[in-house]
């Protein structure tokens, strides 16, 4: 067994064990507008286990980042600045109810939620979106999305934010859904710009939902 199959079932036993079916991505609480995204990130198609299209490569790639985009608009660069913590509702679009639940319970890790007050804007670095994709008789049946989004804050709290990670997805039927996750945020000092990027950051936290093994 594979990696990429055995993270996909570990992942769906946990899912599992929230409520069954994988369930729809959670309506937003919000009725106002997405703010203007700010997100776009580089997305390719890595690995691909199972017998898919090359033709749909990129497709699935870009379908599947656009999910995790939002996400990381919603939890982390998007919004005005400073606001309140308690301002911070479902910062989850495209997550499954036990995933929204799960991600509910870690906002420090998987939102800006705890830095907002203190910061006056962000500016986004980069952001990369690697898939790898399960696949059944050419038809997408889960994918795991490789996360690394580099953003800067300015204000009382300036400093390089690096949000990494994976996502575990399950295919709804008009888009994708997160069911399961382990994300890390590790924050730096104010930048000199003088001065190069470490070649060896700090450990950081981590964020896990599943029973990953």
Not at 31 to 56: D, Y
Not at 75 to 103: C, E, H, I, L
Not at 190 to 213: E, I, V, Y
Request: a neutral charge; one cysteine or more; aromatic letters at 6%.
């Amino acid at each position: 067994m594979t990696a990429l199959t055995a993270a996909f079932l570990s992942g769906t036993v946990a899912l599992a064990g929230c409520g069954g079916e994988p369930d729809e991505p959670a309506a937003s609480s919000s009725a106002s507008p997405p703010p203007a995204p700010m997100v776009k990130s580089a997305a390719k198609l890595i690995h691909v286990q199972g017998k898919f299209p090359k033709s749909r490569h990129q497709a699935v790639a870009a379908n599947v980042s656009a999910v995790v985009d939002r996400w990381l608009q919603a939890a982390y660069v998007g919004g005005d600045f400073p606001r309140a913590t308690s301002t911070y509702g479902n910062v989850f679009p495209g997550f499954s109810k036990g995933a929204v639940a799960q991600a509910g319970k870690q906002m420090s890790l998987m939102s800006s939620a705890t830095i907002a007050p203190h910061i006056d804007g962000v500016e986004v670095v980069s952001s990369d979106v690697h898939v790898d994709l399960l696949a059944n008789n050419n038809h997408p049946v889960g994918a795991v999305a490789r996360v690394r989004l580099v953003y800067d804050t300015t204000g009382e709290r300036e400093s390089r934010q690096i949000v990494r990670g994976h996502l575990d997805l399950v295919p709804t039927k008009s888009s994708w859904a997160v069911f399961g996750f382990n994300i890390t945020r590790e924050e730096k000092g104010a930048l000199d710009p003088s001065s190069a990027p470490s070649a060896s950051p700090s450990p950081s936290s981590s964020s896990k939902s599943g029973d990953k093994s």
